[in-house]
C-alpha cells in the first residue's frame, strides 16, 4: 500500500476512535475482554510492558500496578482523542512507570528484546498487514517474552461473516479478520512470524438482534472499515454489487428468527511466545 492510501487509511481510524473516545470507557465489555487478556497472561514485577492500541489505558493502568516501580510500560495509540483519555487520569493515578505515546502500531519502532510482555486488545482487527506487523512485534519482544491479544473468527458478527461469503463467492476480497479466520489460520498466521509456543483460547459469546438491525446491516462504502483499504465494496462493479447485497439479504433473511438474529461475538485471546 502506498503511503497516501496509509494515511487516508489512519485518518479513518483517527477519526472514529477521537470520536469515540469519550465514551469509551462506558463499554463494560472492552474494559471487560481488556482486563482479562493481561489478568490471564500478566506480568511480573520489573516486567517492561508494550500496550497496542491501547485506547483510554485500561490495560496500561494495570501493568503500571503490577510491574510496580522497578517495571515499565508504554501504551501506543494512532488517536489523540483516546490517548487524552488516557493522560488524563495518570497525574492522580501517581503511576511514574507508564507512559503514552502517539504511534501507528504497524510503524512504530522499539529496540529489539525491549518487552517481556506486549498486549493489544480489541485492536488487532485494524491491522491491515497482519503478518509483518506480527514479525515486527517479534522482534520487540524479548526471547521468552509473550505477545497477547485479542483476534475475531470468521464466524464473529452476522453482517461480516454474511458479507464475506458473498464477495468471496463473486471473487472479491473482504479482509476484516480473514488472517484469524480459524484457529488453524491463526496458529499458521504465528508461526509464520516467527513464534514459537502459540496458545490459543475460545471465549464464546454473542446475543440476539432484532430483525430490524438485521435487515439494516449491509456495509455501505464510505462506512468504517477496519484492516482494509480501500474499502472492500469501491472496486466492485455496480451490477456486481447489487447481486452481492441481494444475496446478502437472502441469508440474512434465512437466518432471522423470531428472537432476531444471533451475533456471535466469540474472540480468541491469543498468547504467543518468542
Ligand atoms: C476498540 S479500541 C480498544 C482500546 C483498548 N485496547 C481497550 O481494549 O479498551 C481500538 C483502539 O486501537 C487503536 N488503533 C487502531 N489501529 C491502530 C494502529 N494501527 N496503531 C495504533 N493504534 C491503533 C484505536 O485508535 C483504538 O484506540
Not at 479513518?12 to 482479562?36: C, F, G, I, M
Not at 458473498?166 to 473482504?174: A, E, L, M, Q, S
Not at 430483525?211 to 483499504?229: T, V
Not at 472496486?235 to 441481494?246: G, H, I
Request: some cysteine; overall charge negative.
Amino acid at each position: 500500500m502506498n503511503s497516501k492510501d496509509l494515511q487516508a487509511y489512519h485518518k479513518h481510524v483517527t477519526d472514529v476512535y477521537d470520536e469515540r473516545s469519550s465514551k469509551h470507557d462506558n463499554s463494560q465489555w472492552h474494559r471487560a475482554t481488556a482486563l482479562k487478556l493481561i489478568n490471564d497472561m500478566p506480568p511480573k514485577s520489573g516486567d517492561v510492558v508494550l500496550d497496542i492500541g491501547t485506547g483510554t489505558g485500561t490495560i496500561a493502568y494495570r501493568a503500571a500496578s503490577l510491574v510496580g516501580p522497578n517495571g515499565r510500560v508504554v501504551g501506543i495509540d494512532l488517536s489523540t482523542g483516546m490517548l487524552n483519555q488516557a493522560k488524563a487520569r495518570l497525574a492522580e493515578s501517581g503511576f511514574d512507570n507508564l507512559e503514552f505515546v502517539l504511534a501507528d502500531a504497524e510503524q512504530v519502532s522499539f529496540p529489539d528484546n525491549r518487552f517481556d510482555r506486549m498486549y493489544c486488545a480489541s485492536a488487532f482487527f485494524c491491522i491491515l498487514d497482519p503478518l509483518s506487523t506480527l514479525r515486527r512485534w517479534h522482534r520487540f519482544l524479548k526471547p521468552d517474552g509473550i505477545l497477547g491479544f485479542h483476534a475475531q473468527p470468521e464466524t464473529s458478527y452476522f453482517w461480516v461473516r454474511e458479507a464475506r461469503k458473498v464477495f468471496k463467492r463473486h471473487g472479491y476480497p473482504y479482509l476484516i479478520n480473514d488472517a484469524t479466520a480459524t484457529i488453524e489460520k491463526s496458529e499458521k498466521l504465528l508461526k509464520d512470524a516467527g513464534y514459537r509456543a502459540v496458545d490459543i483460547r475460545v471465549e464464546e459469546s454473542g446475543f440476539y438482534k432484532s430483525a430490524e438491525d438485521a435487515r439494516n446491516s449491509w456495509i455501505q462504502a464510505g462506512s468504517f472499515f477496519p484492516g482494509q483499504y480501500p474499502h472492500p465494496v469501491t472496486n466492485v462493479p455496480p451490477d456486481v454489487l447489487a447481486q452481492c447485497k441481494q444475496e446478502y439479504e437472502e441469508n440474512i433473511e434465512a437466518l432471522i428468527t423470531e428472537k432476531g438474529i444471533w451475533n456471535d461475538i466469540s474472540m480468541y485471546y491469543i498468547y504467543a511466545r518468542k
